[in-house]
C-alpha cells in the first residue's frame, strides 16, 4: 500500500532554505509516499508543521504503524493506523497535545536509531522550526548525516570546514551534482600536477576535492536533494581516481630525481592496483554473504581499522609525511606496502567472518540494539 502524508500547521522559517511544508513534501517523495500538502483527510503520516527532524525519524515512523514521535509532549509526526487515528493526530497538533490510541516514542526517552547507510547509531534530533534554533538544528543536521565510521580525516579533521561550506553551498542554491563536478575538476588537476612533480600543489588541489567529496554527500541529505545520478556521479569518481593519481605520483618522481626503475615502478603499480581492487571485492563479498552489513561495523576492531585502512584520505597522509621529508619515492612505496597489509588484513576478517558462519554464528554489526 502506498503511503500518503501531510502536513498540520503553517511554518514560513526554513532550515537549509527549506521551509517546514517543502521539506516534508521531499522526504515523502524520497520515500516513495502521496503528497497531500495540508489535507490530513486519508493521508497516514501526518507531520507538525512547527518542528522538524532528522530524515531517520521520518523513515522509522513510516515503517511503524500506529507510532507516534513526541517532544515535550506535543505530537510532531505519527503514522495514523486509520483515517480516525489520522483526524486524532490533527486534532491534536493544533492543540499542541499528543493524541491517544499510539505507541509513543518521546525523544526525551533517548530512543535510538541504527543507520545502517551512514554506519551509526544515533538519537535523531527533533525540535521547534523558530529563528534562534535554526543554526543548532542545522548543526544536528549536518552532523546527522555524518558517517560515523569513515577515514580519520573525513572524521576528525575537517567537518567543520566541510559544513561551512555547505551551508554557503545551500545559501546560494547551488545543487549537489554542481559540487561533485567542481571537485571532479579538482580531481583531474590534482593527477596532472603529480603526474608533472607539483607534489605541494597537487595535495592542496586533491584536499579541497577531499573536502567537496564530504559536502556534495551533506549537502544532498540535508536538502533531501539525493539522486540515483548524483549517487552514481560522486560514488562513480569515488571508486576509479584512487589508481590514477597513485600512477601520477610514481611518473612525477622523475621530476624530482627519484624516479623508481622499471621493475620497481611496476611492482609498486601492481600492488596498489590489484590491493586495491581486492580490498573493495572483499568489501563487496562481506555485504553479499551478510545481508548487507558492512565489513567496516561488524566488531569494533573493524570501525577502528577503517579510520586508518588503505584508502584514498589516509594513503594522502603517507604520502604528504614522505613529501615533507623530501623522499615523495618513498612515499609511493610505503602507501604500496600498507595497501598489501590493509588488503591482508580485511582478508583475514572475511575468512573470519565465514568460519563464525559456518560455527552457527549469525554476523550483526557491533553498533545494532542487542535487543
Given at each position: 500500500m502506498t503511503?500518503?502524508?501531510?502536513?498540520?500547521?503553517?511554518n514560513?522559517?526554513?532550515?537549509?532554505?527549506?521551509?517546514?511544508?517543502?521539506?516534508?513534501r521531499?522526504?515523502?517523495?524520497?520515500n516513495?509516499?502521496?503528497?497531500?500538502g495540508?489535507?490530513?483527510?486519508g493521508a497516514?503520516?501526518?507531520v507538525?508543521?512547527?518542528?522538524?527532524?532528522?530524515?531517520l525519524?521520518?523513515?522509522?515512523?513510516?515503517a511503524?504503524?500506529?507510532?507516534m514521535?513526541?517532544?515535550?509532549?506535543?505530537?510532531v509526526?505519527?503514522h495514523?493506523a486509520?483515517a480516525a487515528?489520522?483526524k486524532?493526530?490533527?486534532?491534536?497538533?493544533r492543540?499542541?497535545?499528543?493524541?491517544?490510541?499510539?505507541?509513543?516514542i518521546?525523544?526525551?526517552s533517548?530512543a535510538?536509531?541504527?543507520?545502517?547507510e551512514l554506519?551509526?547509531?544515533?538519537?535523531p534530533f527533533?525540535d521547534?522550526l523558530?529563528?534562534?534554533?535554526?543554526?543548532a538544528?542545522?548543526?544536528?543536521?549536518?552532523f546527522?548525516?555524518?558517517k560515523?565510521?569513515t577515514d580519520?580525516?573525513?572524521?576528525?579533521l575537517?567537518p567543520?570546514?566541510a559544513l561551512?561550506?555547505t551551508?554557503?553551498?545551500?545559501?546560494i542554491?547551488?545543487?549537489p551534482?554542481?559540487?561533485?563536478?567542481?571537485g571532479f575538476?579538482?580531481?583531474?588537476?590534482?593527477?596532472?600536477?603529480?603526474?608533472?612533480?607539483?607534489?605541494w600543489l597537487?595535495m592542496?588541489?586533491?584536499?579541497?576535492?577531499m573536502?567537496?567529496?564530504t559536502?556534495?554527500?551533506?549537502?544532498?541529505?540535508?536538502?533531501?536533494t539525493?539522486?540515483?545520478?548524483?549517487?552514481?556521479?560522486d560514488?562513480g569518481?569515488?571508486?576509479?581516481?584512487p589508481p590514477f593519481?597513485w600512477?601520477?605520483?610514481?611518473?612525477?618522481?622523475s621530476?624530482?630525481?627519484q624516479?623508481?626503475?622499471?621493475?620497481?615502478?611496476?611492482w609498486?603499480q601492481?600492488i596498489?592496483?590489484?590491493?586495491?581492487?581486492?580490498?573493495?571485492?572483499i568489501e563487496?563479498?562481506f555485504?553479499?554473504?551478510?545481508?548487507g552489513?558492512?565489513?567496516h561495523?561488524?566488531?569494533?576492531i573493524?570501525s577502528d581499522?577503517?579510520?586508518?585502512?588503505?584508502?584514498?584520505?589516509?594513503?594522502?597522509?603517507?604520502?604528504f609525511v614522505a613529501t615533507?621529508?623530501?623522499?615523495p619515492?618513498i612515499?609511493?612505496?610505503?602507501?604500496?606496502?600498507?595497501?598489501g597489509?590493509s588488503?591482508?588484513f580485511h582478508?583475514v576478517r572475511?575468512v573470519?567472518?565465514?568460519?563464525?558462519?559456518?560455527?552457527?554464528?549469525t554476523i550483526?554489526s557491533?553498533?545494532?540494539d542487542?535487543?
Amino acid at each position: 500500500m502506498t503511503l500518503s502524508a501531510a502536513i498540520v500547521g503553517d511554518n514560513k522559517h526554513t532550515l537549509w532554505g527549506l521551509s517546514a511544508e517543502e521539506r516534508t513534501r521531499r522526504l515523502a517523495l524520497a520515500n516513495k509516499q502521496d503528497w497531500k500538502g495540508a489535507d490530513a483527510v486519508g493521508a497516514n503520516i501526518i507531520v507538525n508543521a512547527a518542528y522538524v527532524f532528522d530524515p531517520l525519524w521520518y523513515v522509522h515512523i513510516s515503517a511503524n504503524p500506529g507510532t507516534m514521535l513526541t517532544k515535550n509532549g506535543v505530537a510532531v509526526l505519527a503514522h495514523a493506523a486509520d483515517a480516525a487515528q489520522a483526524k486524532a493526530v490533527a486534532d491534536a497538533i493544533r492543540s499542541e497535545t499528543k493524541a491517544s490510541g499510539l505507541t509513543e516514542i518521546a525523544i526525551e526517552s533517548g530512543a535510538t536509531i541504527q543507520n545502517k547507510e551512514l554506519r551509526k547509531r544515533i538519537t535523531p534530533f527533533v525540535d521547534r522550526l523558530i529563528p534562534e534554533n535554526v543554526t543548532a538544528l542545522e548543526r544536528a543536521s549536518y552532523f546527522g548525516a555524518y558517517k560515523g565510521v569513515t577515514d580519520a580525516l573525513t572524521k576528525y579533521l575537517w567537518p567543520e570546514w566541510a559544513l561551512m561550506l555547505t551551508r554557503v553551498a545551500a545559501k546560494i542554491g547551488m545543487s549537489p551534482n554542481q559540487v561533485t563536478a567542481i571537485g571532479f575538476a579538482l580531481c583531474l588537476y590534482a593527477m596532472w600536477l603529480f603526474w608533472y612533480g607539483h607534489y605541494w600543489l597537487g595535495m592542496a588541489a586533491g584536499l579541497i576535492f577531499m573536502v567537496l567529496d564530504t559536502v556534495d554527500g551533506k549537502l544532498a541529505r540535508c536538502t533531501i536533494t539525493s539522486s540515483w545520478w548524483g549517487n552514481v556521479f560522486d560514488h562513480g569518481i569515488d571508486l576509479i581516481h584512487p589508481p590514477f593519481w597513485w600512477f601520477a605520483w610514481a611518473v612525477g618522481l622523475s621530476a624530482w630525481g627519484q624516479g623508481l626503475d622499471f621493475a620497481t615502478f611496476w611492482w609498486i603499480q601492481g600492488i596498489l592496483l590489484v590491493g586495491y581492487v581486492i580490498q573493495r571485492l572483499i568489501e563487496g563479498q562481506f555485504i553479499l554473504r551478510n545481508g548487507g552489513i558492512h565489513i567496516h561495523v561488524w566488531r569494533k576492531i573493524d570501525s577502528d581499522f577503517r579510520l586508518i585502512t588503505a584508502r584514498r584520505n589516509p594513503n594522502m597522509v603517507i604520502l604528504f609525511v614522505a613529501t615533507l621529508f623530501q623522499r615523495p619515492d618513498i612515499g609511493i612505496i610505503a602507501v604500496a606496502w600498507w595497501t598489501g597489509l590493509s588488503c591482508l588484513f580485511h582478508l583475514v576478517r572475511l575468512v573470519q567472518a565465514e568460519a563464525f558462519r559456518v560455527k552457527g554464528g549469525t554476523i550483526r554489526s557491533w553498533m545494532e540494539d542487542p535487543a
